[in-house]
């Protein structure tokens, strides 16, 4: 036997009219033609109502566990509120009342990311700005690739939302809805591109030497002087691209080789300054959440960016150099930050 349907808005309405006539629930479930069990169930439920909150009086939080939790808050800057109170044996706080004892002496961040750096790495680094620390770095061409997708980098679509107003709606796609690959670079207080990468195009040696040839070389490089070949340093990071044999070879066809070729020491973008660059572009074509719809669009958007940097600009992350290596000896090694 199929079950029966719950009673309709109609069917309650008029059980109260009933009820409030002076009617037993046997007569009212004769009258609707129902089960007197479903009507009796309905007058219980509606005659027992809700139960009363009762407010448990709050913890008063001392001078001394506020030291505590201060102190807590420092060694472990990426738990929740709950686990530094439990670790300072502090109960009984709710948690807004623990949110707010927080904000007052901490503020929510994202943890920085950056590549692990052992004893090798920071050896290499040390050596690195040893032997470039009398360069004279407005010489040089900082290059690298950066990759851009229609949605932008998670958390940055967020924002001040009225009292009242809804929060705008956000297209949901996998791996950001897919990506263009971007190549640039900057010398002095001139940007070189940015060049866009074939989409499909996965860059190994030959790929990224060929990218080169008809991008860099043809387009720009092959423009200058030969006084400005002669002294230009041309760096890059260590992808396997990049640092192949392949690629060392074809480079030192080009005339670029020994002194011209910057050796990079391993897991150091903070110390490639077009990494600011990056920064300053993805701000821009992602500022207020912005999302695009295809990938000639976020191209056009990067293009719009790049255009609008200031050369002024780009000679202050050159002329940065000089003190990044000072850093990085300062800290024997170790990461500087960007």
Not at 37 to 48: A, E
Not at 99 to 116: F, Q, S, T
Not at 158 to 183: D, E, F, M, S, T
Not at 204 to 216: A, G, I, P, V
Request: glycine content about 8%; hydrophobic content about 35%.
């Amino acid at each position: 036997m199929g079950q029966k349907k719950d009673l309709t808005g109609s069917e309650k309405s008029k059980i109260v009219r009933y009820l409030a006539e002076g009617c037993s629930s046997l007569k009212i479930a004769k009258l609707l033609k129902r089960d007197h069990r479903t009507i009796k169930h309905f007058i219980q439920n509606s005659q027992q109502g809700r139960k009363k909150r009762v407010e448990k009086p709050r913890r008063k939080i001392t001078a001394h566990e506020l030291r505590k939790v201060k102190r807590a808050t420092a060694k472990m800057p990426l738990a929740t509120s709950l686990a530094i109170f439990q670790s300072c044996n502090i109960t009984g706080v709710p948690k807004s009342t623990r949110c707010a004892i927080l904000r007052d002496m901490a503020k929510v961040r994202k943890a920085e990311r950056r590549p692990p750096l052992n004893k090798t790495h920071k050896l290499k680094r040390q050596d690195w700005a040893k032997k470039y620390l009398k360069t004279d770095f407005s010489k040089v061409l900082w290059t690298d690739e950066m990759r851009v997708s229609l949605d932008g980098p998670d958390g940055w679509a967020c924002g001040w939302i009225g009292k009242g107003q809804r929060a705008p709606v956000r297209l949901r796609r996998q791996q950001g809805g897919g990506g263009v690959l971007v190549w640039a670079g900057i010398i002095k207080g001139e940007l070189v591109g940015p060049f866009r990468v074939e989409d499909g195009v996965k860059l190994n040696s030959q790929s990224y030497c060929q990218f080169l040839e008809d991008t860099f070389f043809k387009q720009w490089y092959r423009k200058k002087s030969a006084s400005f070949k002669k002294n230009m340093i041309f760096m890059q990071d260590n992808a396997p691209s990049h640092a192949s044999k392949y690629s060392t070879a074809w480079l030192a066809r080009k005339g670029i080789k020994e002194e011209k070729l910057m050796t990079w020491p391993p897991c150091s973008p903070d110390l490639n300054p077009i990494e600011n660059l990056w920064s300053i572009i993805k701000c821009e074509i992602y500022k207020e959440g912005k999302q695009y719809t295809s990938l000639n669009s976020v191209w056009e958007a990067v293009v719009a960016a790049a255009r609008n940097v200031d050369g002024k600009q780009i000679k202050t992350l050159t002329e940065s150099m000089d003190g990044r290596l000072l850093s990085v000896l300062a800290k024997k090694g170790g990461y500087i930050g960007r």
